[in-house]
């Protein structure tokens, strides 16, 4: 055993390709797999995409760095199910790219938060946490209101996605900008939005003024959907597939 | 010449596609066009000076060395800075401008990426070069590649640190920047790559010591997972968004499949490289077993890999792939105790040298730390265990142990052995301050550490914990009151931290500005006259 280690240590690349062998197997046994095996993601039928305004919102959320203080994966544990809701299934993050699950909770999961506050509380809150909680730790965001959300190139967002695998239509790619516009705008005309991506879509302006469409619209309406994209979790266990 | 102006071409060409989108993409455009620039006029400063005297291929090449210590010091300045603030922030949130750039989500990343890489990396570079050529008794190949390296990886640092601040970031731990850094790394790893292999090809030893196993460890295998994790769909060429090319859980999986290694080996591997070369060293002692050595090795480059899982325990992921990645995560266990024990029996027979010379006690405290750092990691990735730890301070305690304790220490150990061979002087400017250095940044780790145990294990048994009529006694609100103590706790311990890095700062200056010198490098073997490959 030594005595072939003496050869290989003489070689640089034998030791190079060795260590590079050696290093692949975990992994490969380990995320190859998942790719295939069919139970790894539960099937669910009724799973809906983010609409434009709410990927934008949680392309904010990543700017942001929420991830780094709030996970978003209730685990299968008794005391997180009884506070923050059904544990979390695989089909539920299906389209996120990348996924959010989190590392570290400095505030709470937020998995399942969507429709637990109202919009004018996480307008509140997010100008200012202290103004509503008064012991929190959390930056603020006042700045969100007043920036404008920059709609335009919403579409090579969804685009990309769909490169990787979600399925948004040409007629969503086409109408993106329009699309995220019309959802935080309730006068509008957001038939063909709502026809594009369901009768659940949330149309409202989410900060409360109507004039814009500003970033904090966009960041809301992400966190009102939260948990919301699919039923799956709700229902009994039996129907994973 | 010619690289820096193709380089500065595609700064314009990003500048100019980021202002025609609005995208802060505009902004790293002129980032690369100003460092190549400014890389330009040094380079054109000495365009016509007289061709160097044949005389310089006879001795090593260390001058990338030199600079990449100096720029890993500042780099460990700025990032330990950001690291305390976030630290206060944590403590008194309004501790802060009312900006965008300056809130905890992204200044933690600059604080993340600053420490990791900016310190680790440069530092990894340095050592590298200086450890290759004296293990190898050969030169560095070529004067070009070693400064591309480290210019090129510093300005990596640059586009990813920079890119925080105006919120550039795709949210993956520790792989936060966006993707054309990340196809910029690419560039200068595999330079790295090959320029290592080169130089063991032209090495005067038949054997390839044992530093060296690690170091090319750390180069392959950081190169694979970092462009595995990377692999994305760019919104826009002229954008800085992507998406990952993973979703959910595949995407979780491979993401800490990326994170846990980047620790194996990017802030274990690499450092034992430099524990391997500079202990024994400073020590004078022969490294205790050899067998030790291999096994150690080759334990730790198959274990870790699978080990990634142990962050998603109880999750969404399937049980088969957590088991896995507890089960490896314990037997990790035998192979990282092994380097531990090696490191350590080495300095039988030097103890009084560890009493007196604080350089060698600052190896001999990261050894002790990797052995304490691995055997708690090894416990928390038990599913029961974590169940608590996750998603607590318990988890930043833990990483501290080992970024602070084992990366840090051996870092600054190794400096203080290398900056006086390095620029031929007989000693640092003042061992008292290396003393100082040492006795603080020991303070500050476990001041450190020791409240985040404490903060993480109340914020986990807070969260499970039930009353008589069977309902969840306290609010996640509750729990984060009770952790203001321990925050206050931990950026004190950061600050002491800190100060040592600041002091150590001052003293390496001090050495270099020093007048005197005679001696030759202690360490070097002299080098062969005539260079030709080994085999």
Redesign the interface.
């Known amino acids: 055993m ?1 005595g072939t ?2 050869r290989i ?5 034998a ?2 390709v060795a ?2 062998v ?6 490969l ?3 190859a797999p ?2 295939t ?1 069919d ?3 539960e099937s669910d039928p009724n799973m809906r995409v983010y609409t434009p305004l709410e990927l934008a919102g949680r ?1 904010i959320y ?8 709030h ?1 978003q ?1 209730v ?3 008794q ?2 199910v ?2 923050y809701g059904p ?22 999961d937020l998995a399942r938060l969507g429709g637990k506050y109202s919009d004018q509380w996480h307008t509140a809150h997010l100008k200012n ?2 103004d509503v ?1 008064p ?9 969100l209101s007043e920036s404008q959300l ?1 709609t ?2 919403l579409g ?2 969804l ?3 769909r ?4 399925p948004y239509t040409d007629a969503m790619i086409e109408n993106a900008p329009a699309d995220a516009v019309a959802q935080a705008s309730p006068d509008d005309d957001t038939a063909s939005l709502v026809e594009r991506y369901g009768e659940a879509t949330q149309v409202r302006s989410f900060d409360g003024d109507r004039s814009t469409t500003s970033e904090m619209d966009a960041l809301i309406a992400y966190l009102q959907i939260l948990g919301k994209l699919s039923d799956a979790a709700h229902q009994a266990p039996t129907t994973k597939k | 010449m010619a690289v820096l102006v193709i380089l500065a071409a595609v700064g314009l060409a990003m500048a100019a596609a980021g202002a025609a ?2 995208d802060p993409m505009q902004a790293h455009g002129f980032l690369v066009l100003l460092f190549c620039l400014g890389l330009l006029c040094v380079v054109l400063n000495d365009y016509f000076a007289p061709e160097p005297s044949a005389a310089r291929l006879e001795s090593y090449y260390d001058d990338p060395s030199k600079a990449g210590i100096i720029i890993a010091m500042l780099w460990a300045v700025f990032g330990m800075f950001i690291g305390d603030w976030v630290a206060w ?3 008194f ?1 309004d501790l ?1 401008f ?3 750039w300056s ?4 200044l ?2 600059a604080h993340t990426t600053g420490v990791i890489f900016g310190f680790g990396g440069n530092a990894l570079i340095a050592t590298s070069f200086h450890v290759m050529q004296r293990t190898s008794r050969a030169r560095l190949p070529d004067q070009f590649s070693p400064w591309f390296v480290l210019l090129g990886y510093n300005l990596f640092c640059l586009l990813a640190v920079s890119g ?1 601040f105006m ?7 520790y792989a936060e920047p966006e993707w054309y850094a990340d196809i910029w790394l690419v560039i200068v790893w595999v330079t790295y790559m090959v320029l290592y ?1 080169r130089t ?2 032209r090495r005067k030893e ?3 010591y044992v530093a060296n ?1 690690y170091y ?2 750390f180069i ?2 950081v190169a ?1 997972l970092h462009i ?1 994790n990377n692999l994305a ?4 060429l002229g ?1 800085t ?15 800490w ?1 990326y994170g846990h290694n980047a620790v194996a ?1 990017f802030l274990t591997a690499g450092f034992l490289g430099m524990l391997y070369y500079y202990l024994p060293k400073r020590a004078d002692r022969p490294i205790y077993s ?2 030790m050595s ?1 096994i150690g090795f ?1 334990g730790i ?9 142990h ?8 049980q088969w ?1 957590q088991t ?2 507890m089960t ?1 995560s314990v037997m990790l266990l035998v192979p990282s105790w092994i380097a531990a024990a090696n490191a350590l029996l080495t300095l039988n027979g030097a103890w009084d040298k560890v009493r007196d010379d604080a350089t060698l006690r600052f190896m001999m405290m990261a050894a002790i730390f990797y052995g304490l750092s691995t055997f708690e990691g090894s416990f928390m990735a038990i599913r029961s265990v974590n ?1 608590l730890s ?3 301070d318990w ?2 305690g833990h990483v501290h142990a080992g970024a602070m304790g084992w990366v840090a220490l051996i870092t600054f150990g190794s400096i203080y052995a290398v900056v006086p061979w390095l620029w031929k002087r007989e000693r640092m400017y003042s061992p008292a301050l290396v003393e100082v250095h040492f006795w603080l940044a020991l303070a500050g780790t476990l001041i450190y550490v020791f409240a985040m145990w404490n903060s993480g294990i109340i914020q986990g048994l807070m ?2 914990t ?1 009353n008589d009529s069977g ?2 006694t306290y609010s ?2 509750d729990s ?2 009770a952790m203001h103590p321990y925050y206050v706790a931990r950026a004190i311990g950061g600050l002491l931290f800190l100060i040592g890095a600041i002091v150590g700062c001052y003293n390496i200056w001090m050495t270099i500005r020093q007048p005197s010198a005679v001696l030759a490098a202690s360490g070097d073997a002299p080098l062969p006259a005539t260079l030709q490959p080994a ?1």
């Not at chain 2, 990952?244 to 995407?251: A, E, K, N, R």
């Not at chain 2, 480059?301 to 899982?309: C, Q």
């Open positions: 030594f280690h003496y240590e003489r070689k640089s690349i030791l190079a260590i590079m050696v290093a692949s197997i975990g992994g046994i380990e995320i998942l790719f095996i139970d790894t993601v392309n990543i700017r942001e760095g929420c991830y780094a203080c996970s994966m685990r299968t544990l005391d997180e009884e506070r544990y979390s299934l695989a089909v539920e993050s299906k389209y996120d790219h990348p996924m959010l699950w989190g590392s570290k909770r400095t505030g709470p946490p202290r909680v012991q929190s730790i959390m930056p603020r965001y006042n700045w920059n335009k190139h090579d967002d685009r990309a996605l490169a990787v695998g979600v | 989108r609005m922030l944590l403590a949130p802060t009312d900006a965008a809130s905890f989500g992204r933690r990343p925080y919120g550039i970031t795709q949210s993956k731990e292999l063991l090809a038949p054997h390839i196993w090319l460890a392959l295998v694979i595995v769909v760019p919104a826009a954008g968004k992507s998406y990952s090319l993973f979703s959910g859980v595949q995407d979780a999986m491979t993401q499949w080996f050899y067998r291999i080759w480059t198959f274990f870790y890999m699978w080990a990634g899982s962050h998603l325990h109880y999750t969404a992921l399937p792939v896995l990645g490896f169940a996750h998603y607590t988890t930043i969260w499970r039930y309902t969840l996640f609100l984060m009151i085999e």
